[in-house]
């Protein structure tokens, strides 16, 4: 099996270029709070599991049952809010650091998900949803007295819905300079029975998670570069994929474009190819195998032309990478199914029509074109395309 390691996925040069560039240019120092976005997403969650937790920009959690989860800190709790940069442990784990300072005292959040303590194998469940959809969330806290008498922590949650309530609450006396911690648990969906975890050792938990994620990426390939921004950036961009993957399939997001798109999921996964993490590229091969439509044409977009021909380029771009002749030839009679329906679809135009030879009217929502009346040339560039794979593909399987 051969290997291409080189790195040309277009999100990843984009996302490489603009770090390493900001690297460049920005004045701020390695110990301040850093984020790229001004309206800043994040999420928290497990591997292939169909939900996970996103944060707002208000740093409110998005719980299952579609309610906001408040945290809010101080003698009169206030929310945390826009004003908490979100940064992420070393610099890429999705363990969601935030901090703040308010009645003498600094209040230090960190954020994270496991599988529910409750399940029979842990690190199976981290890997997959073994035992089931439900996770927990983690919020630790550390209260920190900054000042030189003793004064009070308060730490507040707050379920945000049709009704508001307080889940929880923390108090805590502190001396002078010295600091207390707690952590709340909260699961994605809600349990019959609150208490569950209440033993259960954030700590533990915090280093079996950073684990988990740090073994996983150690499967792939290892790329760094002297700007730490731009390293940091492609492994988050790794782990936020894993997160957004449901059963293998590639996701767009995580409750936000959270569906398989042939032609976003074409980049998505040559980012795993070109990352060397094989099992998860294959798992996703078979999403694409399995978007076929009777008359050969592959689809998830409803009519959304170009998908076909991008489908071909990735079915093709996967045998070229791992060099796996064998799935190439399970794989050929589809792409040949495919090229039949290009093959029959560029004959509907009559041969005395100005569109003979192209693909029909169709809708376009890149070109924010919806009324299905116009030829999309992107279309036939990329079916052209297709066809050009699939006859390197024949030639390699002669």
Request: net charge neutral; hydrophobic share 40%.
């Amino acid at each position: 099996m051969t290997r291409k390691t080189q790195v040309t996925a277009l999100a990843q040069r984009t996302l490489a270029f603009a770090a390493a560039l900001l690297c460049v240019l920005s004045p701020l120092s390695a110990a301040e709070p850093f984020d790229y976005f001004v309206n800043s997403w994040q999420v928290i969650g497990l591997k292939d599991y169909n939900d996970g937790t996103r944060i707002t920009p208000q740093n409110e959690l998005l719980l299952g049952d579609k309610s906001k989860l408040r945290l809010s800190c101080g003698p009169s709790p206030t929310p945390l809010s826009r004003q908490q940069t979100k940064t992420l442990l070393d610099g890429w784990l999705p363990i969601i650091l935030l901090q703040t300072e308010t009645g003498g005292v600094r209040y230090e959040f960190t954020l994270w998900a496991t599988p529910l303590p409750t399940v029979k194998d842990w690190r199976a469940a981290f890997h997959w949803p073994t035992e089931g959809e439900n996770f927990l969330n983690w919020i630790k806290v550390k209260a920190t007295n900054l000042g030189r008498s003793p004064t009070g922590a308060h730490v507040r949650l707050d379920r945000l819905g049709t009704n508001t309530a307080a889940l929880a609450q923390w108090r805590v006396k502190l001396p002078p300079r010295k600091s207390a911690e707690t952590a709340f648990r909260v699961p994605f969906v809600a349990v019959s029975r609150a208490g569950t975890f209440d033993a259960e050792d954030a700590g533990v938990w915090l280093k079996r998670t950073a684990r988990f994620w740090r073994d996983l990426l150690d499967q792939g390939a290892h790329i760094a570069v002297p700007c730490e921004k731009v390293t940091q950036a492609l492994r988050a961009a790794h782990v936020c994929q894993f997160i957004a993957n449901d059963h293998g399939v590639l996701h767009g997001g995580e409750g936000f474009y959270d569906e398989f798109y042939i032609r976003d999921g074409g980049y998505q996964i040559l980012e795993l190819e070109e990352a060397g993490l094989w099992d998860a590229a294959a798992k996703a091969m078979d999403a694409y195998l399995r978007a076929q439509r009777p008359d050969g044409r592959f689809e998830t977009q409803k009519d959304q032309f170009d998908a076909n021909g991008q489908a071909l380029w990735v079915l093709w771009q996967y045998w070229q990478i791992t060099g796996d002749r064998d799935w190439l030839r399970r794989a050929y009679p589809q792409m040949r199914r495919a090229v039949e329906w290009i093959k029959k679809a560029r004959r509907e135009a009559s041969s005395d029509s100005p569109f003979a030879g192209v693909l029909p009217t169709a809708p376009a929502d890149g070109e924010f074109l919806w009324d299905a009346k116009h030829h999309i040339v992107g279309y036939d560039l990329w079916n052209l395309r297709g066809l050009l794979c699939t006859a390197d593909a024949a030639r390699a399987l002669d």
